[in-house]
């Protein structure tokens, strides 16, 4: 299946912005964020087409996936 | 010895009084909003003469403390009606700490049509006429202060919207680059322009300082707290590297970045104007990514950001400006919005509103959503200048929006609503109903549980728990704000556990007294009591507390969220 795949802040140094890939189906959102090099403790939020997301959601074609390390301001 | 300074603009005479026991353990909010409720008449013109306007350091500011330079500025507002407290950096609120003095209160208004100026020193204030830099921006006010008094004075300024008392003028606050950090909200700067004061300068030259009643249990509860602030990532990481326009991007993912004038939840150019963006282009350039808005801040989240060819175009350059110039009005140019945010520093007015206001400005037909070379001839030739539309717009969104007929006004109680759309973040739609200023992000900054996870997460889309989360926010942040912290300090607050203990161990030790949490919750909650009381008394209720309603018939993509929170169930806020 096609997913999405966004990244934040300093989740984008040394790796991309936006990026299309192929997962098997029912791929995970942490499959995707250990595939990444990523690690849960790095990990502040996960969206899924918007919506806030688990790392164990399981995902669908077509998904988009967003990573943003903790960030704040206001 | 604390005191307080009083200043009589009828009479043009000064005293200094000593501090009223019930004064005695307030500071910042808790205190400007106290001296405001006990002598401003409720009903008074915001621009006439019974209302004051108040300047108060917090508790712990003048002290070691990090990110403890705060100064609390205090009115009746005349944009929203409402009592006002805006918080500001800059240098001026650890000068007066140390100078020794708890609140300045400025009354009555001069009976001669003449300007003046106001210089505070340890011997007191010196009340002065001022005629060379009437007329003239803040800029250009602090170049030629620091040549005529000396390049350490500490700054108070109204640009050319404070002297025409339009209602979303500011109150500028020299920084220690001699720049500027800004009370933006509710149109203090009119107030300020009403008194006819241009500028305060302040000389914390032989000023007494502040003793620390145990400094070593002072000194150990500081060091705690500065852990926490730079052991949180987003405190000690993220706002650093980014700015607080890193949000920029988070918000459009979550659908939550009002756009068009609050018609939908993403921008197209969003990541034209993002924190990352804005982080490249500023070490392109040979910027600086991280800077501190007074000495002491340790999360350094503002910036220098210069132009193409490498010169300081702004600073302070926030999330909220960026969003409202930005996605609010479909500009998609990074280096307009900062020479636009550059040239409101200047003038004096708010930024939030001056955004929020150019978004229903461009839905009226005054110019294209997009042109941003126009909303800057507009700033300069109109606003600048008190044109008669200049004055429109120098009123804010509702003076425009009312002026041509648009009933898409994003206000709560004349104010405008900042960067979040309430449709999709939920929690921050009841901060906005119910917060004593106005709309105000700030005061229960709920985008950290419901958008980035810091403190919990509560779903932005639904509405259960967001009245809980509001509430605990306001009451915490009302006690923060009378600290002279930095608000951002909430983040570490929020999610280290030694960081709130080390605040009030801070503030324990400073005074020599043993306030517990809960005392600092009370404390939350008296002010939010005392601040509501004076709107009651000035004529608002509960059906003030309420969105306009577009929010509850237009549903906001991509999640086609309306506002959907009964009377009832907003009223519940008050349940405490």
Known sequence: MKIVVKLFASFRNGRFKIDEQEHPARTDCRKIMLNLGLTEEEIGVVMVNGCHASLDQTLQDEDTLAFFPLIGGG | MDKILRVNMTELSSKIEAVPSAWAGLGGRGLTSTIVSAEVPATCHPLGVNNKLVFAPGLLTGTPAANSGRLSAGAKSPLTGTIKESNAGGTAAQMLAKLGIKALIIEGLPKEDKWYSLHIDKDGVAIKKETELIGKGNFEVIDALEKRIGIKTGLLTIGV???????????????????????????????????????????????????????????????TFAKALLDHPVSGQGLPTYGTDVLINILNEAGGLPTRNFTYGQFEGHDNISGETMHDTIVARGGKPKHGCHAGCIIQCSQVYPDKDGKYLTSGFEYETIWGLGADCCIDNLDDIAQADSMMDDIGIDSIETAVMFGVAMEAGILNFGDSKELLRMLKEDIGKGTPLGRILGGGAVSVGRAYGVTRIPVVKGQGIPAYDPRSVKGIGITYATSPMGADHTAGYTIATNILNVGGHVNPLKKEGQVELSRNLQ??????????????????????????????????????????????????????????????????????????????????????????????????????
């Open chain 2, 161 to 223: 919207a404070g002297e025409m008392k339009m209602t979303a003028a500011n109150i500028s606050v020299k920084d220690p680059d001699s720049k500027l950090r800004s009370h933006g909200r509710g149109g203090l700067g009119a107030v300020m322009g009403s008194k006819k004061i241009k500028f305060i300068s302040i000389d914390d030259t032989d000023a007494p300082g502040l003793t620390i009643a145990d400094p070593e249990k002072f000194k150990v509860a500081a060091r």
């Open chain 2, 475 to 576: 009451i915490a942040t009302a006690a923060i704000d009378s600290t002279g912290m930095c608000i951002f300090v909430a983040f570490p607050a929020l999610d280290i556990p030694e960081c709130l203990p080390a605040l009030i161990d801070m503030i324990n030790a400073r005074f020599g007294i043993g306030l517990t949490g809960d005392d600092v919750t009370n404390l939350g909650k008296y002010i939010l009591k005392t601040e509501r009381q004076f709107n009651i008394n000035a004529g608002f209720n509960n059906n003030h507390d309420r969105l306009p309603e577009f929010f509850t018939s237009d549903p906001v993509p991509p999640h086609n969220a309306v506002w959907d929170f009964s009377d009832a169930e907003i009223d519940e806020f008050w349940n405490f």
